[in-house]
């Protein structure tokens, strides 16, 4: 049964070039109507997935940091009600580095919030307006140092592998950023997503991506220094000192359940996925009259349920239990996988295999998506 979970509050307090949120931005928000509905929904999913107490509560969506802390603090003590908590639970916040956010955080931590995560995503003022954020990195620095001193446990990403970007320029911009001193840091290389203002911009030839031979080298680099400051991946983009690792995170990664409640919110339980009403307005209606914000429910078949759960563990250094998986889900390793193919690869030294676990090694990792394309049955992708 669940033992996460994730809380999505919609609303963006201006209207953000990087998010896919602007529809949700609001003048004000009626505090009360929201609570009663988060709190309707939470409790329509402890009915159902209920029986083990939380390790992880995570606080995401548009910009959860500018909650009201009595928000946070009611919606917690809730779910403590229903499902009891670990005593060692987790309970995060994404928060943008701004001032305005940063005033905010010694209220969230009295409210419960042990645990932040701050999307600073570049320490260079340039690159964050080539990105489109609206903090500068001097205020981003600012807000991470107001993090470190309310909160238990702070994280922050980095974006790198931009256009022209070198090893040089890399390599000092993370040594200074692991010496801020963070247990845990999230580093994404830039990916051009189809619709969005880069793959316009690559098409129109406003700029060039960088290739994958310089990227590649990039990675290397994060590898090598991470680990140099005790802050090794524990996943393909996160790097964490031991015993840090994002307890939610690997919650989904380990194919674990987990609850989704608000606008927009997917989970995973008992079997199935479960899929929130994105549009608040709609969320709100389909609350009043069902108790509930879910759009669709749906039972996944153990063929797909074995894929997702492939396609996630991959990601992890520690690779997926095999003997867990047929356990799980009734099917065959080599049901699941291709056999020819995680032959091949072992043999080239992208992915390591042993009686009961699979892996893949760190150079892998660098083509991680085509590698897990090719290791995946085909029938379990397409169940």
Known sequence: MARALYIHWPFCAKKCPYCDFNSHVRESVDVDIWRSALLADMRAEAEAADGETLTSIFFGGGTPSLMPPELVGSLL???????????????????????????????????????????????DDKTLRWLGRLHGADEAVAALEVAQTNFQRVSFD?????????????????????????????????????????????????????????????????RELTENWGRSAYETSNHARPGEESRHNLTYWRYQDYVGIGPGAHGRRGGFATTRHKKPENFLKAVEERGHGIAEQRMLGMPEQASEALLMGLRLVEGVDLTDLERRFGLSRWSMLNKGAVSTYTDLGF???????LGVEPKGRAVLNALIEALVDDEIVQA
């Open 351 to 357: 992915v390591w295999s042993d009686a009961d676990r």
């Open 158 to 222: 980095l974006i790198y592998a931009l256009p022209d970007q070198t090893p040089e320029d890399w390599r000092e911009q993370l040594s200074r950023a692991l010496g801020f001193g963070t247990s845990h840091l999230s580093l994404y290389q830039l990916t051009i997503e189809p619709g969005t203002r880069f793959a316009t911009d690559v098409r129109r030839g406003v700029f060039e991506p960088l290739g994958d031979e310089p990227a590649a080298e990039l990675f290397d680099l994060t």
């Open 77 to 123: 003590r809730e779910a403590e009600r229903l499902w009891g908590f670990d005593p060692g639970i987790e309970i995060t916040l994404e928060a943008n580095p701004s001032s305005v956010e940063a005033r905010n955080f010694s209220d969230l931590a009295s409210a419960g919030i042990n645990r932040v995560s701050l999307g600073l995503q570049s320490l």
